[in-house]
C-alpha cells in the first residue's frame, strides 16, 4: 500500500484522521469512516472543493483499510508509515517477511511460502459466508439500514482460542501429529472415492490436545463458542438485483484463521404496482376514456417514496391504448449524486360497462361529439352473419396465442407464439419508446 505522501514527508496520524483515539474499537473505527466518507465525498461537495475532497476521501479511505484490519493495525502502531511505503525503508526492528506478506498477500514461511524462508506462519483468511436478503422496491428507492441479531461462533476469550485452562500443558495430538490436518477419504459418487486433507476433528485443528480435566471450562476445549451480535447492514439507495453487500470479517471465527466475510446477494422482490429495468421504472397509467378523449389533471400513482405524481393533459391531445408517456428524473435513483432514471407510464384505458348509455338520446348526441361512422368495405357480395363474444377469449388482450385461436390444430405457428413468450424471459416485455 502506498504512503500518504512523498519521502521524507511526515506520517499523518491516522487515529486523527478519522477523529478517534488509539484504543478504538472496530466498531468505532467503522463508524467513524463511515462519517468522514459522508464528509469528504466528491459527490457530496460543490464542485470547486471537489479535487480537494478527493484527496481527503482517499486518505481516509486508506487509513480504514488499515485500522480495520488487525494485524495491518498492529504494524502501524509498531512502525508506523514506514511498513506499508517501500520508499521510506523498513524502520528499526520491522520483519521484512510480515511486511512483504501484508503489501502482496503472500506468505513469507511456514506452509506455502518459499522454501527455506523463516518466520511464523501468516494465519489464512476462513470462508465467507453467502445469504440471500430480500429487498423490496421501495427499500431500494430510499436506501436501507438493517441491524439484526445473529448467532456468532467468536474465539474463547477465557482461553484466547488455546481450549486449555490457564498454565495447563497440552500434549500433540497423536491423530494428526501436531499438524491440526489430517486426511479422509470422502465418496463423491457411486463407486468414486477421494481422498482429501480436513481439520482434524480430535484437536479442533490446533495440532495440540489436551486432557478432559485441563480443557477451558467457557468452551470445553473446542476453543470457540457462540455468540449473539448485533450486526447492521447498510443497503445503499439504488442498489439492484443480485449486488453484494459485504460485512468485512463478519463471518465465524476460527482459531489461526482471519475471519472471512458476510457476502449478502439482494434479491428484489416483485412490485405490484411498478416494473424497473435498471435505473428506470414502468407502470400503467390506468384512465377513462373520456380521460383518453378529452385530457384530464389529477394525481395518477403513488410513487415508492409516498409522493402523489400528479399529470396534467391538455385538451385535444388524444391517447390510445398502449400510448407511453415518459416522466424524465422520477425513476430509480442513482448511487452518486441526486440524479435519477426515467419514468414510463404506459397508457390502459378503461372502458364503460355495456349499456351505460341508458336512452337513445344518448346515443345520438355521443355520436354527434364523436367522429363519424367508418364507411362500409367494398365487396362482390355481403352476407349478414352473426357473432357471439368467445368466452374463452382474453378481453384485454390482442395476442394470438391469448385469444386460443389456432389451439391444437397442430399449426407450427401457434406453438412458436408460445416459444417466442418465453424467450422474452418470464413474461417481462420490453417498451421501446419513439
Given at each position: 500500500?502506498?504512503?500518504?505522501?512523498?519521502?521524507?514527508?511526515?506520517?499523518?496520524?491516522?487515529?486523527?484522521?478519522?477523529?478517534?483515539?488509539?484504543?478504538?474499537?472496530?466498531?468505532?473505527?467503522?463508524?467513524?469512516?463511515?462519517?468522514?466518507?459522508?464528509?469528504?465525498?466528491?459527490?457530496?461537495?460543490?464542485?470547486?472543493?471537489?479535487?480537494?475532497?478527493?484527496?481527503?476521501?482517499?486518505?481516509v479511505t486508506q487509513a480504514y483499510e488499515i485500522l480495520s484490519d488487525d494485524e495491518k493495525r498492529h504494524l502501524y502502531d509498531t512502525h508506523g508509515m514506514a511498513a506499508f511505503d517501500k520508499s521510506r525503508g523498513p524502520g528499526p526492528e520491522v520483519d521484512l517477511n510480515d511486511i512483504i506478506s501484508q503489501m502482496f498477500?503472500?506468505?513469507?514461511?511456514?506452509?506455502?511460502?518459499?522454501?527455506?524462508?523463516?518466520?511464523?506462519?501468516?494465519?489464512?483468511?476462513?470462508?465467507?459466508?453467502?445469504?440471500?436478503?430480500?429487498?423490496?422496491?421501495?427499500?431500494?428507492?430510499?436506501?436501507?439500514?438493517?441491524?439484526?441479531?445473529?448467532?456468532?461462533?467468536?474465539?474463547?476469550?477465557?482461553?484466547?482460542?488455546?481450549?486449555?485452562?490457564?498454565?495447563?500443558?497440552?500434549?500433540?495430538?497423536?491423530?494428526?501429529?501436531?499438524?491440526?490436518?489430517?486426511?479422509?477419504?470422502?465418496?463423491?459418487?457411486?463407486?468414486?472415492?477421494?481422498?482429501?486433507?480436513?481439520?482434524?476433528?480430535?484437536?479442533?485443528?490446533?495440532?495440540?490436545?489436551?486432557?478432559e480435566k485441563d480443557r477451558c471450562k467457557k468452551c470445553k476445549g473446542n476453543r470457540t463458542v457462540q455468540e449473539k451480535k448485533a450486526i447492521e447492514m447498510y443497503i445503499p439507495r439504488g442498489s439492484m438485483q443480485g449486488e453484494h453487500i459485504v460485512l468485512e470479517g463478519e463471518a465465524d471465527q476460527v482459531p489461526d484463521?482471519?475471519?472471512?466475510?458476510?457476502?449478502?446477494?439482494?434479491?428484489?422482490?416483485?412490485?405490484?404496482?411498478?416494473?424497473?429495468?435498471?435505473?428506470?421504472?414502468?407502470?400503467?397509467?390506468?384512465?377513462?376514456?373520456?380521460?383518453?378523449?378529452?385530457?384530464?389533471?389529477?394525481?395518477?400513482?403513488?410513487?415508492?417514496?409516498?409522493?402523489?405524481?400528479?399529470?396534467?393533459?391538455?385538451?385535444?391531445?388524444?391517447?390510445?391504448?398502449?400510448?407511453?408517456?415518459?416522466?424524465?428524473?422520477?425513476?430509480?435513483?442513482?448511487?452518486?449524486?441526486?440524479?435519477?432514471?426515467?419514468?414510463?407510464?404506459?397508457?390502459?384505458?378503461?372502458?364503460?360497462?355495456?349499456?351505460?348509455?341508458?336512452?337513445?338520446?344518448?346515443?345520438?348526441?355521443?355520436?354527434?361529439?364523436?367522429?363519424?361512422?367508418?364507411?362500409?368495405?367494398?365487396?362482390?357480395?355481403?352476407?349478414?352473419?352473426?357473432?357471439?363474444?368467445?368466452?374463452?377469449?382474453?378481453?384485454?388482450?390482442?395476442?394470438?396465442?391469448?385469444?386460443?385461436?389456432?389451439?391444437?390444430?397442430?399449426?407450427?405457428?401457434?406453438?412458436?407464439?408460445?416459444?417466442?413468450?418465453?424467450?422474452?424471459?418470464?413474461?417481462?416485455?420490453?417498451?421501446?419508446?419513439?
Amino acid at each position: 500500500m502506498d504512503g500518504f505522501g512523498p519521502p521524507g514527508e511526515e506520517d499523518i496520524d491516522l487515529y486523527a484522521l478519522l477523529g478517534i483515539d488509539k484504543n478504538a474499537t472496530p466498531d468505532e473505527v467503522k463508524k467513524a469512516y463511515r462519517k468522514a466518507a459522508l464528509k469528504y465525498h466528491p459527490d457530496k461537495v460543490a464542485e470547486d472543493q471537489r479535487a480537494e475532497s478527493e484527496v481527503k476521501f482517499k486518505e481516509v479511505t486508506q487509513a480504514y483499510e488499515i485500522l480495520s484490519d488487525d494485524e495491518k493495525r498492529h504494524l502501524y502502531d509498531t512502525h508506523g508509515m514506514a511498513a506499508f511505503d517501500k520508499s521510506r525503508g523498513p524502520g528499526p526492528e520491522v520483519d521484512l517477511n510480515d511486511i512483504i506478506s501484508q503489501m502482496f498477500g503472500f506468505d513469507m514461511g511456514g506452509p506455502g511460502g518459499p522454501p527455506g524462508a523463516g518466520g511464523p506462519r501468516r494465519p489464512r483468511k476462513g470462508p465467507d459466508e453467502q445469504q440471500e436478503y430480500k429487498v423490496t422496491l421501495e427499500e431500494l428507492y430510499r436506501g436501507k439500514t438493517v441491524k439484526f441479531a445473529a448467532n456468532k461462533q467468536i474465539i474463547c476469550t477465557q482461553c484466547k482460542g488455546s481450549g486449555g485452562k490457564e498454565k495447563a500443558k497440552a500434549t500433540t495430538c497423536d491423530r494428526c501429529k501436531g499438524n491440526g490436518m489430517v486426511e479422509a477419504i470422502r465418496q463423491i459418487g457411486p463407486g468414486m472415492m477421494r481422498r482429501e486433507t480436513v481439520i482434524c476433528d480430535h484437536c479442533h485443528g490446533s495440532g495440540q490436545f489436551y486432557k478432559e480435566k485441563d480443557r477451558c471450562k467457557k468452551c470445553k476445549g473446542n476453543r470457540t463458542v457462540q455468540e449473539k451480535k448485533a450486526i447492521e447492514m447498510y443497503i445503499p439507495r439504488g442498489s439492484m438485483q443480485g449486488e453484494h453487500i459485504v460485512l468485512e470479517g463478519e463471518a465465524d471465527q476460527v482459531p489461526d484463521q482471519i475471519p472471512g466475510d458476510i457476502v449478502f446477494t439482494l434479491v428484489e422482490e416483485p412490485h405490484d404496482t411498478f416494473t424497473r429495468l435498471g435505473y428506470d421504472l414502468s407502470a400503467e397509467l390506468k384512465i377513462s376514456l373520456v380521460e383518453a378523449l378529452s385530457g384530464f389533471s389529477r394525481t395518477v400513482l403513488k410513487h415508492l417514496d409516498g409522493r402523489g405524481i400528479a399529470l396534467e393533459r391538455e385538451r385535444g391531445k388524444v391517447l390510445r391504448p398502449g400510448d407511453i408517456l415518459k416522466v424524465p428524473g422520477e425513476g430509480m435513483p442513482m448511487k452518486r449524486g441526486e440524479t435519477k432514471g426515467d419514468l414510463y407510464l404506459i397508457v390502459d384505458i378503461e372502458f364503460p360497462e355495456d349499456d351505460f348509455l341508458k336512452e337513445d338520446s344518448q346515443h345520438e348526441t355521443l355520436a354527434k361529439m364523436l367522429p363519424p361512422a367508418l364507411p362500409s368495405v367494398e365487396a362482390d357480395e355481403i352476407d349478414e352473419v352473426e357473432y357471439e363474444d368467445d368466452a374463452d377469449i382474453e378481453k384485454d388482450s390482442t395476442d394470438m396465442w391469448a385469444l386460443k385461436m389456432g389451439e391444437n390444430s397442430g399449426d407450427p405457428r401457434f406453438d412458436n407464439e408460445w416459444e417466442d413468450d418465453d424467450e422474452m424471459g418470464d413474461g417481462q416485455a420490453q417498451c421501446h419508446t419513439q
